[in-house]
């Protein structure tokens, strides 16, 4: 953390924070004129279409280009052969050096979708057609698709170089587990499985890049969300980092974790550079689903919990395997975020932690909204609930015993991280009051009584935010991240104007209004006349990306640490100017006068002074009126002790889902009737930003739930590779919610804001699966798999009613 | 291979005739010929809703159609929703006052789904809106800010 001197005091008010106001971004999207990756227009711009693999696992034994190549308007058709030889594989996130991965497949294939060959042509139809004209001969080889299969010894290996399947396992042990398991009164298992989905933006990945010889200078536009993005993309390439520019004002058409195209990008700047051409790739939907590598955990839990009479929860053991697919960038450390909250908001002295990351053959696995917390939130939650069952407790009770208390803050977790604040039992208060609790209950008993399946659920969960990158030292001994910062530059101009820059893309967070508010707030200056503006990485401070619910801690702490210096730095000239020290001036709205009342001077007064005359500027003081600040992660730079205890995320919001499902009983279709969140992410800087993105979050989580699921087929085939397999939630399915607001500033930031971009995702899943199950419970039916699909839950329904009849018909 | 065919289309009021590839869509077409960037591609196989313009007041999926389909005909996009000048329409104000986007992707498909009901049903119920809006999918934002966007739009038409 930087020294800005605290100006501020503590802001007990805010004028622009927390207020409802209009974001910068929505005009321009709301007509039609934002710029995503699609829109970047070059002249001679060529295009690409991909081949891909059909087989799950197979050797490429003949591959002729020369029929597509010989084609009007094809330029090139790449193979795996030319392109792995002249460039660097791509990074793999554990210690893993020989599962190498590169854009295109050479010599074998290791998953159904996997890009053997790349075209480019004048346009996308005639690549297409170029496609088609590739001659190729496979040999298909032994391929596994289960994750408990590719553990067993013998089970064909996905990278035989490495040696094995698994990429990732440890033993995590935190605090007194086995004596709390022994000591406990009772303990129980459950098994749970989370299913592949994904985030599924409606705009697909996009990469546009040009060379220019003249300079050695490697232009891209893309729908990026992507930490060191700039950086990996040119240590593929084999240029030094300052001969890749990457243009961050492209506007990403949703990510929520997914746009990491490095593989997309390196491929299309290779090709940029030997054609001498700007090349766009835009993948389709079908590239996207199979071989765009961006879907979601795919993990099984075993859970076992210790607890006693009184529902006291002593200890957890979690064993937590997740099928990464064929290759591994990110995807393992989505299996680390969690050991920073996983005891969940509970008081749970001791853990056992054991996560297994395994390689198959099947499509790649990246980073999704939440990292691995949500699943793991799922499973959490599915124990209380369980443990609820087992005693005969109610559920809301169980967790209330449990539950941090707000006296108990900062409060340090079994492995290592501290949870800054939070006020758990009020906000689930607050939910069941907005829910209307004893009502819902009533709704539920009557739906009952008159046959139907109703069912309430309960879910409380955290949302770590401000990511530190700090799984990847956990997961790599030799990585040692111990940064991960953001930054911002504020300048204001010759006619006083303010412009924030920032220094990465935005996929609908709305950046641009946070920046502006913070510095507004810090400034007291009209938000609405700040301008935000998106640096490229070559212009950009160091800075990371909006991952891990962190922009409005690390890009609103570092606007407002930028403003702060403005702002000391008018008093300077001020006091100067006023013939007295700082300390007997005050700075309001923009001017600095003397406290003691008489002469100030007015904003475009210290503007003046600042950008055109030297000789009224205290001594030192460079001439213009800008700043920068780099903002380290709050509570980040340290490395984990031996046994894997770290300070993991350094803010955690909480939020308390309740909801009413009902069941048709004659085919298994749930619907959400009533859906209820209460939310406390600290201060929020834009209500409006924060309400949505948690509606968001809460329509994902009702999709990972219910609906959302890539399907392989036993031959290793995707079998839901289109939005008409894939079935994402519309207005029909996503029910009108309720959000209750509560604010428990954290100690640790600007404006005491915590994260808020992974809202509601990461409660909805765990809350609509325990509705779900409350419904069935009434037939001694439950389904611990997501998504709980109307043929899933239909199946549950009929076993128990056999069940049911032959236990009727059998005398005791 | 590659043959033209003449069409003669008239999109946001403005009469464009010319030669076009048989095979090129209709979302291409405004997109690539026009540089109306404001119809956007989800998944061009007529899901995603993101692709949404009017052909002569309907809402139609513009990465169903060929170009040539809509010869003769009226096509209006996202941007011949706006005012002269480029700035926002009435409904798309609604839109910005409560918020009703995020990343901005599905929005003209949302908007122009959001007019044509409009354009039937003054003051539509919770339901009505849902339901027209459920051709259009939008991972932002739940939907629930974009019902209160079309509510809101409706109101202020009906005070």
Same mark, same amino acid.
């Given at each position: 953390?930087?020294?800005?001197?605290?100006? #501020?005091?503590?802001?007990?008010?805010?004028?622009?924070?927390?207020?409802?106001?209009?974001?910068?971004?929505?005009?321009?999207?709301?007509?039609?004129? &934002?710029?995503?990756?699609?829109?970047?227009?070059?002249?001679?711009?060529?295009?690409?279409?991909? *081949?891909?693999?059909?087989?799950?696992?197979?050797?490429?034994?003949?591959?002729?280009?020369?029929?597509?190549?010989?084609?009007?308007?094809?330029? %090139?058709?790449?193979?795996?052969?030319?392109?792995?030889?002249?460039?660097?594989?791509?990074?793999?996130?554990?210690?893993?050096?020989?599962?190498?991965?590169?854009?295109?497949?050479?010599?074998?294939?290791?998953?159904?979708? /996997?890009?053997?060959?790349?075209?480019?042509?004048?346009?996308?139809?005639?690549?297409?057609?170029?496609?088609?004209?590739?001659?190729?001969?496979?040999?298909?080889?032994?391929?596994?698709?289960?994750?408990?299969?590719?553990?067993?010894?013998?089970?064909?290996?996905?990278?035989? /170089?490495?040696?094995?399947?698994?990429?990732?396992?440890?033993?995590?042990?935190?605090?007194?587990?086995?004596?709390?398991?022994?000591?406990? =009164?009772?303990?129980?298992?459950?098994?749970?499985?989370?299913?592949?989905?994904?985030?599924?933006?409606?705009?697909?990945?996009?990469?546009?890049?040009?060379?220019?010889?003249?300079?050695?200078?490697?232009?891209?536009?893309?729908?990026?969300?992507?930490?060191?993005?700039?950086?990996?993309?040119?240590?593929?390439?084999?240029?030094?980092?300052?001969?890749?520019?990457?243009?961050?004002?492209?506007?990403?058409?949703?990510?929520?974790?997914?746009?990491?195209?490095?593989?997309?990008?390196?491929?299309?700047?290779?090709?940029?550079?030997?054609?001498?051409?700007?090349?766009?790739?835009?993948?389709?939907?079908?590239?996207?689903?199979?071989?765009?590598?961006?879907?979601?955990?795919?993990?099984?839990?075993?859970? =076992?919990?210790?607890?006693?009479?009184?529902?006291?929860?002593?200890?957890?053991?979690?064993?937590?395997?997740?099928?990464?697919?064929?290759?591994?960038?990110?995807?393992?450390?989505?299996?680390?975020?969690?050991?920073?909250?996983?005891?969940?908001?509970?008081?749970?002295?001791?853990?056992?932690?054991?996560?297994?990351?395994?390689?198959?053959?099947?499509?790649? !696995?990246?980073?999704?909204?939440?990292?691995?917390?949500?699943?793991?939130?799922?499973?959490?939650?599915?124990?209380?609930?369980?443990?609820?069952?087992?005693?005969?407790?109610?559920?809301? /009770?169980?967790?209330?015993?449990?539950?941090?208390?707000?006296?108990?803050?900062?409060?340090?977790?079994?492995?290592?991280?501290? @949870?800054?604040?939070?006020?758990?039992?009020?906000?689930?208060?607050?939910?069941?009051?907005?829910?209307? @609790?004893?009502?819902?209950? !009533?709704?539920?008993?009557?739906?009952?009584?008159?046959?139907?399946?109703?069912?309430?659920?309960?879910?409380?969960?955290?949302?770590?935010?401000?990511?530190?990158?700090?799984?990847?030292?956990?997961?790599?001994?030799?990585?040692?991240?111990?940064?991960?910062?953001?930054? %911002?530059?504020?300048?204001?101009?010759?006619?006083?104007?303010?412009? &924030?820059?920032?220094?990465?893309?935005?996929?609908?967070?709305?950046? /641009?209004?946070?920046?502006?508010? %913070?510095?507004?707030?810090?400034?007291?200056?009209?938000?609405?006349?700040?301008?935000?503006?998106?640096?490229?990485?070559?212009?950009?401070?160091?800075?990371?990306?909006?991952?891990?619910?962190?922009?409005?801690?690390?890009?609103? &702490?570092?606007?407002?640490?930028?403003?702060?210096?403005?702002?000391?730095?008018?008093?300077?000239?001020?006091?100067?100017?006023?013939?007295?020290?700082?300390?007997?001036?005050?700075?309001?709205?923009?001017?600095?006068?003397?406290?003691?009342?008489?002469?100030?001077?007015?904003?475009? =007064? #210290?503007?003046?002074?600042?950008?055109?005359?030297?000789?009224?500027?205290?001594?030192?003081?460079?001439?213009?009126?800008?700043?920068?600040?780099?903002?380290?992660?709050?509570?980040?730079?340290?490395?984990?002790?031996?046994?894997?205890?770290?300070?993991?995320?350094?803010?955690?919001?909480?939020?308390?889902?309740?909801?009413?499902?009902?069941?048709?009983?004659?085919?298994?279709?749930?619907?959400?009737?009533?859906?209820?969140?209460?939310?406390?992410?600290?201060?929020?800087?834009?209500?409006?930003?924060?309400?949505?993105?948690?509606?968001?979050?809460?329509?994902?989580?009702?999709?990972?739930?219910?609906?959302?699921?890539?399907?392989?087929?036993?031959?290793?085939?995707?079998?839901?590779?289109?939005?008409?397999?894939?079935?994402?939630?519309?207005?029909?399915?996503?029910?009108?919610?309720?959000?209750?607001?509560? %604010?428990?500033?954290?100690?640790?930031?600007?404006?005491?804001?915590?994260?808020?971009?992974?809202?509601?995702?990461?409660?909805?899943?765990?809350?609509?699966?325990?509705?779900?199950?409350?419904?069935?419970?009434? *037939?001694?039916?439950?389904?611990?798999?997501?998504?709980?699909?109307?043929?899933?839950?239909?199946?549950?329904?009929?076993?128990?009613?056999?069940?049911?009849?032959?236990?009727?018909?059998?005398?005791? | 291979?590659?043959?033209? +065919?003449?069409?003669?289309?008239?999109?946001?009021?403005?009469?464009?005739?010319?030669?076009?590839?048989?095979?090129?869509?209709?979302?291409?077409?405004?997109?690539?010929?026009?540089?109306?960037?404001?119809?956007?591609?989800?998944?061009?196989?007529?899901?995603?809703?993101?692709?949404? +313009?009017?052909?002569?007041?309907?809402?139609?999926?513009?990465?169903?159609?060929?170009?040539?389909?809509?010869?003769?005909?009226?096509?209006?996009?996202?941007?011949?929703?706006?005012?002269?000048?480029?700035?926002?329409?009435?409904?798309?104000? $609604?839109?910005?006052?409560?918020?009703?986007?995020?990343?901005?992707?599905?929005?003209?498909?949302?908007?122009?789904?959001?007019? $044509?009901?409009?354009?039937?049903?003054?003051?539509?119920?919770?339901?009505?809106?849902?339901?027209?809006?459920?051709?259009?999918?939008?991972?932002?934002?739940?939907?629930?800010? +974009?019902?209160? $966007?079309?509510?809101?739009?409706?109101?202020?038409?009906?005070?």
């Amino acid at each position: 953390m930087g020294s800005v001197p605290d100006l #501020l005091g503590v802001l007990a008010t805010f004028r622009y924070i927390g207020k409802k106001r209009r974001t910068k971004e929505d005009p321009r999207f709301v007509t039609g004129r &934002g710029r995503y990756v699609a829109d970047v227009a070059l002249p001679g711009l060529k295009h690409v279409a991909l *081949l891909s693999s059909p087989h799950a696992s197979a050797l490429i034994q003949r591959l002729d280009t020369r029929k597509a190549l010989a084609l009007p308007g094809v330029h %090139c058709v790449l193979t795996g052969e030319e392109f792995c030889a002249a460039t660097e594989p791509l990074p793999v996130g554990v210690d893993a050096p020989l599962v190498k991965r590169w854009s295109l497949a050479r010599g074998c294939v290791r998953y159904a979708g /996997e890009w053997v060959a790349a075209v480019v042509a004048d346009s996308r139809a005639l690549a297409e057609d170029a496609v088609e004209a590739i001659e190729i001969e496979y040999a298909p080889t032994d391929y596994v698709t289960d994750p408990e299969q590719a553990l067993l010894p013998g089970a064909p290996l996905v990278h035989p /170089e490495h040696g094995s399947n698994v990429l990732y396992r440890r033993k995590f042990v935190w605090g007194p587990m086995e004596e709390d398991f022994a000591r406990a =009164q009772h303990r129980l298992a459950l098994k749970l499985r989370w299913a592949r989905s994904a985030t599924v933006p409606i705009e697909t990945f996009g990469v546009v890049a040009q060379w220019h010889p003249g300079t050695g200078l490697l232009d891209v536009w893309a729908s990026i969300q992507m930490p060191k993005f700039p950086d990996q993309t040119a240590r593929a390439l084999r240029l030094p980092g300052n001969a890749v520019r990457v243009h961050f004002d492209v506007d990403v058409g949703g990510s929520y974790g997914v746009k990491r195209g490095l593989k997309h990008t390196v491929l299309v700047g290779y090709l940029a550079k030997k054609l001498g051409m700007p090349v766009r790739l835009i993948e389709d939907r079908l590239e996207n689903m199979r071989g765009g590598d961006m879907h979601g955990p795919d993990r099984s839990f075993d859970v =076992q919990a210790a607890f006693d009479a009184d529902g006291t929860i002593r200890s957890l053991k979690i064993r937590a395997l997740d099928d990464v697919g064929a290759y591994a960038g990110r995807s393992p450390l989505q299996l680390g975020k969690p050991v920073g909250a996983i005891v969940g908001p509970y008081r749970i002295g001791s853990v056992e932690y054991e996560p297994i990351s395994v390689l198959t053959h099947k499509t790649a !696995q990246e980073a999704v909204r939440g990292f691995g917390q949500s699943p793991t939130n799922y499973a959490i939650e599915s124990t209380l609930d369980a443990v609820a069952s087992y005693l005969g407790m109610d559920r809301i /009770e169980l967790r209330r015993k449990n539950l941090i208390r707000r006296e108990q803050f900062p409060y340090l977790i079994p492995s290592g991280t501290t @949870y800054d604040s939070g006020d758990y039992h009020t906000v689930l208060d607050k939910a069941l009051a907005a829910a209307d @609790y004893p009502r819902l209950l !009533q709704q539920r008993d009557a739906a009952r009584k008159a046959g139907r399946l109703a069912g309430i659920g309960i879910s409380t969960c955290l949302e770590p935010s401000g990511g530190n990158s700090a799984f990847e030292p956990l997961f790599n001994p030799k990585n040692e991240t111990t940064t991960w910062m953001d930054s %911002c530059l504020v300048r204001v101009d010759l006619s006083g104007a303010i412009t &924030g820059v920032m220094n990465t893309s935005t996929s609908g967070q709305g950046h /641009e209004t946070l920046v502006a508010t %913070c510095i507004a707030e810090v400034l007291e200056r009209d938000p609405a006349g700040i301008r935000v503006v998106h640096a490229d990485s070559l212009t950009a401070l160091p800075s990371n990306s909006p991952v891990g619910s962190r922009m409005a801690i690390m890009l609103g &702490g570092a606007a407002a640490g930028a403003a702060k210096k403005i702002r000391a730095a008018l008093v300077r000239i001020g006091a100067k100017n006023l013939d007295c020290g700082v300390e007997e001036v005050e700075y309001h709205e923009g001017s600095v006068r003397r406290k003691s009342g008489g002469r100030g001077l007015s904003w475009d =007064q #210290l503007v003046e002074i600042a950008h055109r005359k030297f000789h009224l500027l205290p001594h030192g003081m460079e001439p213009g009126l800008q700043a920068k600040f780099v903002w380290e992660v709050p509570t980040g730079g340290m490395l984990p002790t031996p046994d894997g205890r770290i300070q993991m995320y350094p803010c955690f919001s909480f939020e308390a889902h309740i909801v009413l499902a009902e069941i048709d009983p004659a085919t298994g279709q749930p619907r959400l009737a009533r859906y209820t969140c209460g939310h406390d992410c600290g201060t929020m800087i834009n209500p409006d930003i924060v309400h949505g993105m948690t509606y968001g979050g809460i329509a994902h989580g009702i999709g990972a739930a219910l609906y959302e699921k890539f399907a392989f087929s036993d031959n290793g085939q995707l079998a839901s590779q289109t939005l008409m397999d894939y079935l994402m939630p519309s207005a029909m399915e996503v029910p009108s919610v309720k959000i209750v607001d509560h %604010c428990t500033p954290s100690p640790l930031t600007e404006f005491g804001q915590k994260g808020s971009g992974e809202a509601g995702y990461l409660g909805a899943p765990a809350a609509i699966a325990s509705a779900i199950n409350d419904a069935l419970a009434p *037939l001694g039916a439950a389904v611990h798999e997501l998504p709980m699909t109307a043929p899933a839950i239909w199946q549950q329904i009929q076993q128990a009613k056999r069940r049911r009849s032959c236990a009727e018909s059998s005398p005791d | 291979m590659t043959v033209s +065919i003449v069409v003669e289309i008239t999109v946001n009021r403005t009469r464009w005739r010319g030669s076009i590839e048989p095979r090129t869509t209709l979302a291409d077409f405004l997109r690539e010929h026009l540089g109306l960037t404001g119809t956007h591609v989800g998944c061009e196989h007529g899901v995603c809703g993101a692709c949404s +313009i009017l052909l002569d007041g309907v809402p139609v999926r513009s990465c169903l159609m060929y170009a040539a389909q809509a010869d003769g005909c009226a096509v209006t996009t996202i941007e011949g929703l706006s005012r002269e000048d480029g700035t926002p329409g009435a409904l798309q104000d $609604a839109f910005c006052e409560t918020h009703a986007l995020q990343c901005g992707y599905c929005t003209p498909g949302m908007v122009i789904a959001a007019h $044509a009901l409009l354009q039937e049903n003054a003051a539509p119920s919770d339901g009505e809106i849902r339901e027209a809006l459920s051709g259009n999918l939008c991972r932002c934002t739940g939907y629930v800010q +974009i019902v209160e $966007a079309v509510q809101l739009a409706a109101a202020r038409k009906e005070g």
